[in-house]
């Protein structure tokens, strides 16, 4: 068992990496808006945009918040391949 700062370290580790993953997404949103305002993209475009953001962020949301959080840590810390949270939002075709 984890002692309460283990777990606390644990919990800011998670946080600090859901917030930084997140702010890539919305970054991708403000592309799209920026798009849509210098006509680069269509409504429709965005709307995709917004679709497939909001299916990424769920996906974040449940990686970073259902599992034990020192196993979340543990997982992030580890030197693999980023998660690429944008693509795991993509639409089923």
Not at 39 to 60: I, N, P, W
Request: charged fraction near 30%; aromatic fraction near 8%; hydrophobic fraction near 40%.
């Amino acid at each position: 068992m984890s002692s309460k700062a283990e777990q606390r370290a644990a919990r800011e580790a998670v946080a600090a990496y859901h917030e930084a993953e997140l702010s890539k997404l919305v970054e991708r949103v403000g592309e799209a808006i920026d798009g849509l305002r210098s006509g680069q993209m269509d409504a429709f475009e965005v709307d995709q945009v917004l679709f497939q953001y909001s299916r990424a962020a769920k996906q974040l949301w449940k990686y970073c918040n259902l599992g034990p959080v020192d196993l979340t840590a543990s997982l992030i810390t580890r030197d693999e391949p980023p998660v690429d949270w944008w693509g795991r939002g993509e639409p089923r075709r």
